[in-house]
Protein backbone atom coordinates (compact mmCIF):
# COMPACT_ATOMS: atom_id res chain seq x y z
CA UNK A 1 0.00 0.00 0.00
CA UNK A 2 1.17 3.63 -0.12
CA UNK A 3 0.93 6.26 2.36
CA UNK A 4 -2.38 7.61 1.56
CA UNK A 5 -4.33 4.20 1.04
CA UNK A 6 -2.57 2.96 4.76
CA UNK A 7 -3.88 5.78 6.00
CA UNK A 8 -7.80 5.59 4.78
CA UNK A 9 -8.15 2.35 5.44
CA UNK A 10 -6.75 2.39 8.96
CA UNK A 11 -9.45 5.35 9.47
CA UNK A 12 -11.93 2.85 8.27
CA UNK A 13 -10.63 0.47 10.28
CA UNK A 14 -10.27 -1.82 7.50
CA UNK A 15 -7.18 -4.41 7.03
CA UNK A 16 -4.30 -2.90 6.40
CA UNK A 17 -0.54 -4.14 5.21
CA UNK A 18 0.35 -2.66 8.71
CA UNK A 19 -0.33 0.65 10.83
CA UNK A 20 0.53 3.90 9.75
CA UNK A 21 3.30 5.57 11.86
CA UNK A 22 4.26 9.44 12.00
CA UNK A 23 5.76 11.45 14.36
CA UNK A 24 6.61 15.35 14.51
CA UNK A 25 8.07 17.55 16.59
CA UNK A 26 9.57 21.53 16.45
CA UNK A 27 12.80 22.75 14.89
CA UNK A 28 12.74 25.90 17.11
CA UNK A 29 15.43 27.49 15.05
CA UNK A 30 13.73 27.08 11.54
CA UNK A 31 9.96 27.88 12.17
CA UNK A 32 10.39 31.41 11.59
CA UNK A 33 9.78 31.85 7.99
CA UNK A 34 7.87 29.93 5.57
CA UNK A 35 10.81 27.92 3.81
CA UNK A 36 12.64 27.57 7.00
CA UNK A 37 9.61 25.43 8.07
CA UNK A 38 9.22 23.95 4.69
CA UNK A 39 12.91 22.61 4.37
CA UNK A 40 12.72 21.60 7.80
CA UNK A 41 9.26 19.16 7.41
CA UNK A 42 10.72 17.98 3.74
CA UNK A 43 13.60 17.13 5.80
CA UNK A 44 12.34 15.33 8.46
CA UNK A 45 9.88 13.52 6.14
CA UNK A 46 12.48 12.02 3.65
CA UNK A 47 14.25 10.29 6.61
CA UNK A 48 11.63 8.74 7.71
CA UNK A 49 9.04 8.25 5.55
CA UNK A 50 6.32 8.78 7.82
CA UNK A 51 2.71 7.66 6.39
CA UNK A 52 1.29 11.22 6.90
CA UNK A 53 2.93 14.69 7.65
CA UNK A 54 1.73 17.05 10.78
CA UNK A 55 3.33 20.99 10.39
CA UNK A 56 4.66 21.88 13.20
CA UNK A 57 5.23 25.35 13.15
CA UNK A 58 5.65 27.80 16.44
CA UNK A 59 3.43 27.55 18.26
CA UNK A 60 2.88 31.16 18.79
CA UNK A 61 1.83 32.31 15.41
CA UNK A 62 -1.73 32.33 16.56
CA UNK A 63 -1.12 34.87 18.92
CA UNK A 64 1.15 36.70 16.67
CA UNK A 65 -1.60 37.18 14.41
CA UNK A 66 -3.16 39.52 17.26
CA UNK A 67 0.01 41.09 18.24
CA UNK A 68 1.72 39.25 20.70
CA UNK A 69 5.25 39.70 20.23
CA UNK A 70 7.51 36.94 21.33
CA UNK A 71 11.41 36.90 21.52
CA UNK A 72 13.36 34.22 18.74
CA UNK A 73 15.00 31.48 20.49
CA UNK A 74 19.19 31.26 20.42
CA UNK A 75 18.26 27.81 22.31
CA UNK A 76 15.70 24.31 21.56
CA UNK A 77 13.15 25.98 23.70
CA UNK A 78 9.76 27.64 22.85
CA UNK A 79 9.52 31.43 21.91
CA UNK A 80 9.29 33.34 24.96
CA UNK A 81 6.11 35.79 25.37
CA UNK A 82 7.60 39.98 25.68
CA UNK A 83 4.28 41.35 25.31
CA UNK A 84 0.62 40.47 24.78
CA UNK A 85 -2.01 42.18 23.10
CA UNK A 86 -5.01 42.27 25.26
CA UNK A 87 -5.62 43.91 28.61
CA UNK A 88 -9.14 43.76 29.42
CA UNK A 89 -12.43 41.36 28.52
CA UNK A 90 -13.33 44.30 26.53
CA UNK A 91 -10.49 44.33 24.53
CA UNK A 92 -11.35 40.80 24.25
CA UNK A 93 -15.23 41.35 22.62
CA UNK A 94 -13.37 44.15 20.81
CA UNK A 95 -11.17 42.01 18.73
CA UNK A 96 -10.52 42.62 15.66
CA UNK A 97 -11.81 40.03 12.47
CA UNK A 98 -8.10 39.34 11.30
CA UNK A 99 -7.24 38.50 7.54
CA UNK A 100 -6.45 34.43 7.71
CA UNK A 101 -4.63 35.15 4.96
CA UNK A 102 -2.54 37.56 6.18
CA UNK A 103 0.31 37.98 8.35
CA UNK A 104 1.20 35.02 10.20
CA UNK A 105 -1.64 33.23 8.89
CA UNK A 106 -0.40 34.17 5.54
CA UNK A 107 3.17 32.75 6.19
CA UNK A 108 1.60 29.62 7.38
CA UNK A 109 -0.07 29.16 4.09
CA UNK A 110 3.03 29.78 2.21
CA UNK A 111 4.43 27.23 4.08
CA UNK A 112 2.09 24.68 3.64
CA UNK A 113 1.85 25.46 0.06
CA UNK A 114 5.70 25.14 0.08
CA UNK A 115 5.27 21.12 1.55
CA UNK A 116 2.40 20.27 -0.63
CA UNK A 117 4.25 20.76 -3.69
CA UNK A 118 7.06 18.80 -2.68
CA UNK A 119 5.05 15.94 -0.53
CA UNK A 120 1.53 16.25 -1.57
CA UNK A 121 1.32 13.65 -4.33
CA UNK A 122 2.61 10.97 -1.45
CA UNK A 123 1.43 11.90 1.39
CA UNK A 124 -1.30 13.17 3.24
CA UNK A 125 -0.53 16.56 5.41
CA UNK A 126 -2.07 18.00 7.96
CA UNK A 127 -1.66 21.60 9.22
CA UNK A 128 -1.74 22.46 13.10
CA UNK A 129 -4.49 24.78 14.31
CA UNK A 130 -4.98 26.07 17.47
CA UNK A 131 -8.10 26.15 19.77
CA UNK A 132 -10.32 29.79 19.48
CA UNK A 133 -10.17 28.84 23.87
CA UNK A 134 -6.52 28.25 23.59
CA UNK A 135 -5.42 31.53 21.54
CA UNK A 136 -8.31 33.92 23.49
CA UNK A 137 -6.46 32.53 26.89
CA UNK A 138 -2.64 33.74 26.01
CA UNK A 139 -3.99 36.99 24.49
CA UNK A 140 -4.56 37.78 27.71
CA UNK A 141 -0.75 37.31 29.12
CA UNK A 142 1.25 34.15 30.14
CA UNK A 143 -0.92 33.69 33.16
CA UNK A 144 -3.69 32.18 32.56
CA UNK A 145 -5.27 33.12 35.80
CA UNK A 146 -5.98 36.64 34.11
CA UNK A 147 -8.10 34.92 31.32
CA UNK A 148 -10.13 33.14 33.79
CA UNK A 149 -11.02 36.74 35.91
CA UNK A 150 -12.31 37.68 32.68
CA UNK A 151 -14.74 35.20 32.28
CA UNK A 152 -15.57 36.18 35.87
CA UNK A 153 -16.16 39.45 35.35
CA UNK A 154 -17.74 39.45 32.26
CA UNK A 155 -18.30 36.58 30.30
CA UNK A 156 -20.39 37.62 27.81
CA UNK A 157 -17.43 39.80 26.17
CA UNK A 158 -15.36 36.68 26.59
CA UNK A 159 -17.76 35.00 24.55
CA UNK A 160 -18.10 37.65 21.93
CA UNK A 161 -14.42 37.33 21.76
CA UNK A 162 -14.29 33.85 21.29
CA UNK A 163 -16.64 33.55 18.61
CA UNK A 164 -14.64 36.42 16.41
CA UNK A 165 -11.44 33.92 17.03
CA UNK A 166 -13.63 31.21 16.01
CA UNK A 167 -14.83 33.20 12.98
CA UNK A 168 -11.27 33.90 11.92
CA UNK A 169 -9.57 30.24 12.67
CA UNK A 170 -12.61 28.36 10.80
CA UNK A 171 -11.78 30.65 7.52
CA UNK A 172 -7.80 29.94 8.07
CA UNK A 173 -8.78 25.74 8.12
CA UNK A 174 -10.91 26.05 5.19
CA UNK A 175 -8.19 28.00 3.54
CA UNK A 176 -5.51 25.54 4.62
CA UNK A 177 -7.60 22.64 3.24
CA UNK A 178 -7.93 24.72 -0.31
CA UNK A 179 -3.91 24.70 -0.06
CA UNK A 180 -3.55 21.29 -0.34
CA UNK A 181 -3.88 20.20 3.24
CA UNK A 182 -6.15 16.83 4.09
CA UNK A 183 -7.26 18.13 7.15
CA UNK A 184 -6.27 20.45 10.17
CA UNK A 185 -4.67 18.64 13.78
CA UNK A 186 -6.99 21.03 15.88
CA UNK A 187 -5.29 21.14 19.55
CA UNK A 188 -6.69 22.41 22.40
CA UNK A 189 -3.22 22.58 24.05
CA UNK A 190 -3.75 23.54 28.37
CA UNK A 191 -7.43 23.79 27.90
CA UNK A 192 -8.98 20.42 27.83
CA UNK A 193 -7.67 18.70 31.10
CA UNK A 194 -9.45 18.76 34.38
CA UNK A 195 -6.34 20.79 35.52
CA UNK A 196 -7.55 23.66 33.82
CA UNK A 197 -11.60 23.16 34.26
CA UNK A 198 -14.31 21.36 34.30
CA UNK A 199 -16.77 20.21 32.33
CA UNK A 200 -18.73 22.51 32.61
CA UNK A 201 -16.37 24.99 31.65
CA UNK A 202 -15.08 23.21 28.95
CA UNK A 203 -18.82 22.63 27.55
CA UNK A 204 -19.30 26.54 28.05
CA UNK A 205 -16.61 28.11 26.83
CA UNK A 206 -14.38 25.48 24.73
CA UNK A 207 -16.86 23.10 22.76
CA UNK A 208 -18.92 25.59 20.66
CA UNK A 209 -16.00 27.65 19.36
CA UNK A 210 -14.27 23.77 18.50
CA UNK A 211 -17.40 22.96 16.80
CA UNK A 212 -17.41 26.05 14.85
CA UNK A 213 -14.30 25.44 13.51
CA UNK A 214 -14.26 21.84 12.93
CA UNK A 215 -17.40 22.15 10.86
CA UNK A 216 -15.46 24.39 8.65
CA UNK A 217 -13.43 21.52 7.51
CA UNK A 218 -16.02 18.52 8.36
CA UNK A 219 -15.19 17.16 4.72
CA UNK A 220 -11.42 16.87 4.31
CA UNK A 221 -10.48 13.55 4.99
CA UNK A 222 -7.69 13.78 7.85
CA UNK A 223 -8.69 16.08 10.70
CA UNK A 224 -7.05 15.41 14.01
CA UNK A 225 -8.27 16.25 17.00
CA UNK A 226 -5.22 16.41 19.56
CA UNK A 227 -6.48 16.74 23.31
CA UNK A 228 -3.46 17.62 25.14
CA UNK A 229 -1.84 16.69 28.55
CA UNK A 230 -2.77 14.48 31.74
CA UNK A 231 -6.74 14.25 32.74
CA UNK A 232 -7.73 15.36 29.39
CA UNK A 233 -11.36 16.02 28.52
CA UNK A 234 -10.87 13.31 26.02
CA UNK A 235 -14.67 11.77 26.26
CA UNK A 236 -16.03 15.27 26.23
CA UNK A 237 -15.17 15.75 22.35
CA UNK A 238 -15.78 11.90 21.18
CA UNK A 239 -18.38 13.11 18.90
CA UNK A 240 -16.37 16.23 16.73
CA UNK A 241 -16.21 15.97 13.46
CA UNK A 242 -12.89 14.40 13.36
CA UNK A 243 -11.36 11.19 11.31
CA UNK A 244 -8.76 10.86 14.53
CA UNK A 245 -8.03 11.46 18.12
CA UNK A 246 -4.91 11.99 19.36
CA UNK A 247 -3.77 12.11 23.02
CA UNK A 248 -1.03 10.92 25.46
CA UNK A 249 -2.29 7.22 26.79
CA UNK A 250 0.73 7.79 29.22
CA UNK A 251 -0.44 10.32 31.17
CA UNK A 252 -1.81 10.43 34.67
CA UNK A 253 -5.50 9.85 34.13
CA UNK A 254 -6.08 9.31 30.66
CA UNK A 255 -7.74 6.63 28.61
CA UNK A 256 -5.74 3.53 26.88
CA UNK A 257 -5.71 3.38 23.06
CA UNK A 258 -8.24 0.25 23.78
CA UNK A 259 -10.04 2.49 26.35
CA UNK A 260 -10.54 5.40 23.59
CA UNK A 261 -11.46 2.95 20.64
CA UNK A 262 -14.03 1.52 22.45
CA UNK A 263 -15.80 5.12 23.23
CA UNK A 264 -15.87 6.13 19.35
CA UNK A 265 -15.91 4.92 16.13
CA UNK A 266 -13.00 7.36 14.63
CA UNK A 267 -9.19 5.67 14.84
CA UNK A 268 -6.51 6.67 17.40
CA UNK A 269 -3.34 7.83 17.25
CA UNK A 270 -0.63 7.27 19.65
CA UNK A 271 0.85 4.95 22.01
CA UNK A 272 4.30 6.07 22.79
CA UNK A 273 5.00 8.74 25.88
CA UNK A 274 6.49 11.73 24.44
CA UNK A 275 8.18 12.72 27.30
CA UNK A 276 10.01 9.81 26.86
CA UNK A 277 10.94 9.24 23.40
CA UNK A 278 14.12 11.39 23.30
CA UNK A 279 16.12 9.96 26.21
CA UNK A 280 14.65 5.81 25.96
CA UNK A 281 16.21 3.25 24.53
CA UNK A 282 15.24 2.51 20.82
CA UNK A 283 14.07 -1.39 21.56
CA UNK A 284 12.29 -0.26 24.64
CA UNK A 285 10.18 2.21 22.36
CA UNK A 286 9.78 -0.54 19.82
CA UNK A 287 8.22 -2.69 21.84
CA UNK A 288 5.87 0.09 23.12
CA UNK A 289 5.10 0.39 19.69
CA UNK A 290 4.56 -2.86 19.45
CA UNK A 291 2.28 -3.23 22.29
CA UNK A 292 0.33 -0.54 20.98
CA UNK A 293 -0.35 -2.05 18.20
CA UNK A 294 -1.37 -5.47 20.07
CA UNK A 295 -3.82 -3.60 22.42
CA UNK A 296 -5.74 -2.14 19.34
CA UNK A 297 -5.79 -4.78 17.22
CA UNK A 298 -3.99 -3.04 14.83
CA UNK A 299 -6.87 -1.50 13.46
CA UNK A 300 -8.46 2.30 13.34
CA UNK A 301 -4.93 3.08 14.79
CA UNK A 302 -1.86 4.96 13.89
CA UNK A 303 1.14 4.48 15.58
CA UNK A 304 2.90 7.86 16.98
CA UNK A 305 3.30 9.97 20.23
CA UNK A 306 0.76 11.81 22.76
CA UNK A 307 2.51 14.88 21.59
CA UNK A 308 5.35 16.44 19.59
CA UNK A 309 8.45 14.84 20.31
CA UNK A 310 11.75 16.74 21.61
CA UNK A 311 14.20 17.73 18.80
CA UNK A 312 16.70 16.20 20.78
CA UNK A 313 15.35 12.92 19.68
CA UNK A 314 17.93 10.98 17.62
CA UNK A 315 16.90 10.02 13.97
CA UNK A 316 18.17 6.41 14.87
CA UNK A 317 15.37 6.03 17.81
CA UNK A 318 12.82 7.26 15.38
CA UNK A 319 13.66 4.82 12.60
CA UNK A 320 14.22 2.02 15.20
CA UNK A 321 10.65 2.41 16.04
CA UNK A 322 9.24 3.06 12.65
CA UNK A 323 11.05 -0.79 11.82
CA UNK A 324 9.38 -1.76 14.13
CA UNK A 325 5.89 -1.39 12.91
CA UNK A 326 6.60 -2.48 9.62
CA UNK A 327 6.62 -5.84 8.35
Not at 34 to 57: C, G, I, M, S, W
Not at 242 to 257: D, H, I, K, Q, Y
Request: charged content about 25%; hydrophobic content about 40%.
Amino acid sequence: MDHKERVRRALRGEEVDRPPVSFWGHDFFREWSAAELAEYTVEFQRRHDFDFVKLNPRATYYYEAWGNTYDRPDEPRQPRMLSHALRSAADLGAIEEIDPTAGPFGEQLEALGLVVRQLGEEVDIVQTVFSPLAVAGRLAGPDLGVFRRWIEDDPAAVHTGLATIARVLARYSAGCVAAGASGIFFATTEWATRDACDEAFYREFGRPYDLQVLHAVKDAPLNIAHICRARNLLELTLDYPVAAFNWSTAEEGNLSLAEGLGRTDKAVIGGLDQRQVHRADAGVLAEQARAAIRESGGRRMMVSAGCAISPLTPPETLQAVVEAVRP
